[in-house]
């Protein structure tokens, strides 16, 4: 039969290896995201070179005024485009990411939570007489901080869903504008 400082030994060992397997898991998957984000920005300023010499090649071919402001209006809504698209799939690699460390974090809490209790009840059979509000007063602050982290999980889930729907919103903000802009262009030619 193991001492009750034996088993807080224990369960200290286990709680530090979860945590540190979980910060592994944390910084593996910041550096994924960090690889996605860098991927995405050197595809980005890729594209954007290229896309802005074939568009001063053609501006600067141009000898009419107006020919040259419809050029230019009519480059807005691809561009608009491009940055919108770009945003979204920014926004879906921290989505991603912020899934992942939900995702972590709420297994961590309810395995370590799982080991607690095991031990809260393994000390109890072996605690004298006379201390089970104490016991039951452990329990309870247990159950508690489960129940904080719960609540936790849901509010940054809602913030997440929030932060979405006005990336979403700002972006069919941004789009109608230079839809607007490129039609504007297109009737200038005509």
């Known amino acids: 039969m ?20 979980l910060i592994t898991n944390l910084s593996n ?20 070179i290229e896309e802005s010499n074939a568009a001063l090649k053609q501006l600067l071919t141009i000898k009419d005024p107006k020919e040259w402001i419809s050029a230019s209006a009519a480059q807005a809504q691809p561009n608009a485009e491009k940055a919108l698209a ?10 991603s990411v912020q899934a992942e460390y939900s995702k972590a974090a709420e297994a961590q809490i309810t ?33 508690n901080a489960s129940a904080g982290y719960e609540q936790f999980t849901k509010t ?12 979403n919103t700002a972006v069919s903000q941004f789009t109608q504008p230079a839809a607007k802009a490129a039609a504007a262009a297109r009737a200038a030619k005509k």
């Open 29 to 48: 998957k910041t550096f994924e995201g960090v690889e996605k984000i860098i991927d995405l920005n050197i595809t980005a300023a890729k594209s954007s």
């Open 86 to 95: 770009y945003g979204r799939h920014l926004a879906s690699i921290a989505s």
């Open 111 to 143: 395995e370590a939570s799982r080991k607690m209790l095991e031990l809260v009840e393994e000390i109890t059979k072996n605690a004298p007489a006379g201390s089970e509000n104490a016991v039951a007063l452990l329990k309870s602050a247990i159950g």
């Open 156 to 167: 940054t889930k809602q913030a997440v869903e929030t932060i979405e729907s006005n990336v």
């Open 2 to 21: 193991f001492s009750i400082p034996e088993q807080f030994s224990a369960a200290t060992k286990s709680s530090f290896e979860a945590q540190l397997a």
